[in-house]
């Protein structure tokens, strides 16, 4: 990550939506960067006006258990909270990541190779295509956020992951990728619910991105599994070949 | 506005949360006491706000506490207000106990990182902090809606900024500079200085 990359990230560090590794190189960068403390303190000072806002009135017997805590606890002497740069991270975190946000990440992080050219299209296209962007997010944020929400994920060869999630209340479904092979020249890859070996439908993925959140079209009802298969641009009617991969749908 | 917000060190009778740290790092319980009844409130909302479950939010919001008495002589004066620096400990506490494999599990089932609501509606007797969330809630009205989405959902709910631009299906970069500047248009807005 180079220095305006990290430059962007004082908003990010102040509301500590930084992975562990990206935190210490930020600190690092921080040391070394005047303008960026100044703008760091007072970001961080603005996220924790939002802790303030969200008070709440403890139950008194909180109070007693800690208080009667602290006088078993050691304190730090001044020498050794000194050499303590920074307070600790749960060291256990980054390996701690459930499957979906597992995915998720890795599908975020090789989208990044996307960012340079889509910034640079004019702002009201950006504009359209974040209002785009927020109306899926809202739909495939429906099925994420229901409260029947169930995932579950598998390796699809060559290295690429596929997790699907799956509401039966909402009747649909999103399939998330990552780590997928490009398609061949002038062919997509295409979605299917399996209905008992039927194969029906469920849209197409976009094509040139190896990692992809995608609302799965159609409804859920009926189908056991979903597949995925290489079909001309445009997609087909029927699969044309056999697939590449077959994931049961959770229960 | 600032001065609405008791523990941010107004200048006042009592002694302010700079000097009962000093005195809490000193080894002194009874301030120590004192830095818990006017921080508990914001902190364990804090953690309630990123982790939901009410039992495990005391739970960690007391560790937190607990860590504030060991740790206290790391809290710098000089670098800023100890309201901040004891938020900063317990809301980047709140998200590593959230990240971690059990809360993650819970999260998924749940899938409550898109709900959007923050807990503003939380009950609380203590007028400035009703003041202090009227005013937040104002500012938070003045963001994009990217931009809130990307404060909120970074904050309030624990996620990373890879996991908001999955969520938002926005580029990472986007997701980034919006986060940022949602930040310094509530800074502007609340009047915040380092």
Redesign the interface.
């Known amino acids: 990550m180079n220095t305006a990359d990290l430059h962007t990230l004082t908003g990010a560090y102040a509301v500590d939506a930084l992975s562990d590794t990206e935190r210490a190189a930020f600190e690092r960068h921080l040391s070394g960067c005047a303008p960026c403390t100044q703008e760091t303190a007072e970001l961080t000072a603005t996220s924790a006006r939002l802790g303030l806002a969200v008070s709440v009135t403890p139950r008194a017997e909180l109070r007693d258990e800690v208080l009667r805590r602290i006088t078993t606890v050691r304190q730090e002497t001044p020498r050794e909270a000194g050499a303590a740069t920074s307070a600790p991270r749960a060291t256990a975190r980054r390996m701690l990541l459930s499957r979906w946000a597992l995915a998720a990440c890795v599908a975020a992080a090789a989208a990044f190779g996307g960012v340079a050219v889509w910034q640079h299209e004019r702002a009201e296209d950006a504009l359209d295509q974040a209002r785009q962007a927020a109306q899926d997010a809202d739909r495939v944020a429906a099925v994420l956020a229901a409260p029947d929400a169930r995932s579950g994920s598998a390796k699809l060869g060559d290295g690429a992951t596929g997790t699907v999630v799956v509401s039966r209340s909402q009747d649909k479904a999103v399939f998330v990728v990552s780590g997928m092979a490009p398609p061949p020249q002038g062919k997509t890859y295409q979605l299917w619910f399996d209905e008992g070996g039927t194969m029906r439908s469920a849209g197409l993925m976009e094509p040139g991105r190896s990692a992809q959140t995608v609302l799965m079209s159609g409804t859920v009802a009926g189908a056991s599994g979903m597949g995925i298969t290489v079909e001309p641009a445009g997609g087909s009617e029927q699969p044309t070949s056999p697939p590449v991969a077959l994931m049961p749908l959770p229960a | 506005m600032k001065e609405a ?1 008791s ?2 060190g107004a200048p006042s009778a009592e002694p302010d949360l700079q000097e009962l740290m000093r005195r809490v ?1 000193l ?1 002194d ?1 009874e301030a ?2 004192s830095v ?2 006017r921080t ?7 953690v ?2 990123v982790l939901r479950d009410h039992a495990q939010s ?1 739970e960690v ?2 560790e937190i ?2 860590e504030l ?6 809290y710098r004066a000089d ?3 100890a ?2 620096w004891i ?6 506490r709140a ?3 959230v ?3 059990e809360a ?2 819970a ?9 959007r609501t ?3 509606d ?5 007028v400035e ?1 009703r003041l ?2 009227e ?3 104002r500012c938070m009205r003045t963001l994009t ?2 931009q809130r989405q990307a ?1 909120t959902l ?3 709910r ?20 919006r ?6 248009r ?2 502007d807005c ?1 009047g ?3």
């Open positions: 917000v523990t941010g790092a080894g319980q120590f006491a818990y009844d508990m409130g914001p902190v364990l909302g804090t309630r706000a005391e919001a007391q506490m607990v008495w060991r740790t206290a002589a790391r670098r800023g207000t309201i901040n938020l900063t400990l317990a809301h980047r998200v590593d106990r990240r971690s494999a993650a599990a999260r998924d089932r749940k899938a409550a990182l898109l709900d923050p807990a503003y939380t009950v609380t007797e203590q902090a202090e969330r005013q937040v809630r809606e990217i404060v970074a904050y309030y624990g996620l990373t900024y890879r996991e908001v631009a999955e969520v938002l299906t926005l580029p990472l970069g986007t997701v980034k500079t986060m940022r500047d949602g930040l310094i509530l800074r609340l915040v200085t380092a």
